[in-house]
């Protein structure tokens, strides 16, 4: 009787190796948020060795700065300036857009509009708003009105160029297509032309945005019509530095939330586009 060979147990296969952990974007959008608040805690400290080393009414301490802060924060003057400034900057912005973005449009669509008004523009453009502050000061004086021409001034040309920008760029095949096909007019301007120009209009907007609001506080603090930079004027007249960098301050918290609430409506505006998406998944 033959004896059966002998049988090797074979060793078990080996587990697949599993992929790596992918952060997802919500560590990833932690580790930039503590990277940024490291960032100001820094400049926070650089300011207070330089406070040490200069006199204090050149460059008083942050902390002190920031007590004066609070200190302004709950008195009536101090909110109704900072409802003045925001005000006129919410007006400029809109005219700028109301503006801006129809005519870029209309003159971009049109092959000889555009040609016929890139030297006026690329002339006017140049002027730099506060040259003309001395003849708005003359014919509307120091109030809000001067404020206003002077942001929409400045602010509106990076709108109305992005715009005449985005009315070009449109491909001539998906134009051409849509001819040969016949689609309704209505249709291609929602579903293709508008698409299209909207990324290159935000880019406008989101310059304009900051020249605006830049505008807006300089026209105050160099005409005097009030607002956070008349109180900035106002505080360095009287060389109440503490009071001078605290609405400094208030002027850069102003740029920082005029910026994330731009970013928060581009994200939604665009919320389709690859660069939103891929943002959203880093």
Not at 68 to 82: E, I, K, N, Q
Not at 229 to 249: C, H, K, L, S, W
Request: glycine share 8%; aromatic share 10%; with cysteine.
């Amino acid at each position: 009787m033959t004896s059966s060979p002998d049988v090797k147990a074979r060793p078990p296969a080996a587990a697949a190796p599993q992929p790596a952990a992918v952060a997802g974007p919500k560590p990833a959008r932690l580790r930039w948020f503590l990277i940024q608040v490291a960032a100001v805690v820094l400049a926070g400290g650089v300011w207070w060795v330089a406070s040490l080393l200069l006199p204090a009414s050149t460059l008083p301490p942050p902390f002190a700065v920031l007590e004066r802060l609070g200190t302004l924060a709950l008195t009536a003057d101090f909110w109704s300036a900072v409802g003045i400034t925001i005000g006129t900057f919410a007006i400029a912005l809109v005219i700028c857009i109301v503006v801006g973005v129809p005519l870029g449009l209309a003159i971009g669509a049109n092959t000889v509009a555009t040609q016929s008004t890139r030297l006026l523009f690329d002339f006017l453009r140049t002027i730099p708003p506060v040259a003309i502050l001395p003849l708005v000061l003359l014919v509307l004086g120091a109030d809000f009105e001067m404020v206003l021409v002077l942001a929409v001034a400045g602010a509106i040309w990076p709108v109305l160029i992005q715009s005449i920008y985005a009315a070009r760029q449109g491909e001539t095949l998906l134009v051409e297509m849509s001819r040969s096909y016949r689609i309704p007019r209505t249709w291609f301007i929602r579903h293709i032309f508008v698409p299209g120009a909207i990324p290159f209009v935000m880019t406008g907007l989101r310059l304009g945005t900051t020249i605006c609001l830049l505008l807006t506080i300089s026209g105050e603090l160099l005409g005097g019509a009030p607002g956070v930079g008349f109180e900035i004027a106002n505080a360095q007249a009287y060389y109440d530095n503490t009071r001078m960098y605290a609405y400094v301050i208030v002027s850069a918290i102003l740029g920082l939330a005029v910026n994330a609430g731009f970013w928060a409506v581009q994200r939604y505006l665009l919320r389709w586009h690859p660069s939103v998406r891929g943002e959203a998944r880093a």
